[in-house]
């Protein structure tokens, strides 16, 4: 690391934690190998570590310890308490302390390092590292405030909002070029800090919940980047390495998510989604039809094939159980059970599977919108517990509509539905949704939980 | 570091090589995760990114803190607050490894494949 001489031995631990996040990244590409790869890559974090606690330049241990031993009492209280359906809150607060982090190792580097001896691309790694930082670091605590229910989920928007941010991005960005520029002026890179903090409040603030599955991603994207440039600045190839891999992630994600929305990015960050769409979409009349529970579980009962279709309501409703002890009810009957599971129901990627895994629910049994979509014709009953917008045929049907053009699980063409709602209200995003008035669907009226358990009760019964 | 201020471009290129070739790689691993497991990943890559702990681990235990020093303000003081600065970055990197990494294996645990895998129930 340093001109003298290489430390040979902690550039090895490098080498080897790196090697081991790739092999555990590698092992997530299958539920049978993922905790083995895992495995792997907490062992490079430890070489890594171990590795760096030799570093020549640490002279201190104190506060070292101090901070390991707080950060593991924290990070350990995390890991056994969370519940699984607080995992998008808890992903976002952590992208706040990766983000935080690296914003904090660039603020130390460039007080102790930083003005006339850094050389210009040093400089610019910092000032990126500085400025993605903080901005993430915001921006995923607001995002995580809005995940937790502690400032409303709906977007927050006021007149003229796009010019502000438009006005405070720019000079965010002026100040990193002047810094990166004018070494000897260090008001200008504590502005850009904070003008990158206030950013990130200012660009996740006017985004609704629905859209989090993207936010989420991206700020994972920012994050990891930010580790990168950190790399960039310690001339650190192992820093580079992994924060590549978390960015890259994040990045694919964010696209993975705007296809399932059929949205792009700048829409969703500057779309303001779901907030004064109540006209369009409108034109759904007709009646709803509810079912009495007696009704619904015979339905399910005499079922050949029932496809589970959740959404967040699932979630808010902590009802994954009760939906495993259903299905395990129809199941023991002989009824095929199936899931059909959209990529941005929920909100974080993927964030159904983990609620079902954790009840149990066998992943074979999970199916991506891609596998399901072609067996609703032969699907006897499709039940659909709090999902809304990614069931709803208009995206399909209407090229007026806001989701238009949004692939959608397409339940309307199993032979019956079953919507589990809370009341008869419109979903999150305000939209009116033609499903709940087709003439195969009915609607079963209650909290899901509830509703669920006593269908699972019903169904022992017949 | 003084790895800064002896930077050269030689250590640069191999950096950017570095770089662009980890975000090929990336590109093909990420790939190969099915949607099924996309909260772990997000999780997990979250928490590997966590190495950035190593950077903080150096910042806070290079300078020791000198709070007549800090009090004083100034040029004097620097030193001190980036340690205290490493300090608080240690403590969020290192939940992060922690609680990233241990929630991860939390949730794998979970995705269970079917057990009697003819028998009974289907």
Redesign the interface.
Known sequence: MEASGVNYFLEFTYLIASILFILGLKGLSHPETARRGMFMAEAGMLAAIIGTLFHHGIITYEWIAAGLIIGTIIGGLMAVWVPMTAMPQRTALSHAFGAFAAALVGIAEFMLHGGLTMPVFTRSALGFEVMLGSLTTTGSLIAASKLQGLIRGTPIQFKGQQYVNALLFASTVGCFLYSVVNPGAPGVFYTMTGLGFLSGVMIVIPIGSADMPVVMSLLNSYAGLAAAATGFVLGNNVLIIAGTLDGFSGFILSILMCKAMNRSISNVLFGGFGAVHHTAGAAATGEMREISLEDAAVRLAYANKVVFVPGYGLATAQAQHAVRDLATALEERGVTVKYGIHPVAGRMPGHMNVLLAEANVPYGDLYEMERINPEFPTTDVAVVVGANDVVNPDARDNSNSPIAGMPILEVDKAKSVIVLKRGQGRGFSGLENPLFYKPVTSMLYGDAKASLSQLAQEVKNV | ???????NPA??I??MY??VL??F???Q?????????????????????????????????????DFHALAGGGAAA??S???????????????????????????????????AAKGG??
């Open positions: 570091m003084q790895a800064i201020q002896s930077i250590v640069l191999a950096s570095v770089f980890a975000a790689l990336g590109y691993l990420i790939s190969r995760v099915p949607p099924l497991l996309h909260t772990p990943l997000m999780s997990a890559t979250n928490a590997i990114s966590g190495i950035s702990l190593i950077g903080s681990l150096v910042i806070a235990g290079m300078n020791k803190v620097k030193p607050i980036a340690t205290l600065l490493g300090f608080i970055a240690v403590v969020t990197a290192t939940t992060n490894v922690v609680g990233g990494f241990g929630i991860t294996d939390r949730m794998l645990k979970m995705f269970q494949q079917r057990k129930k289907k």
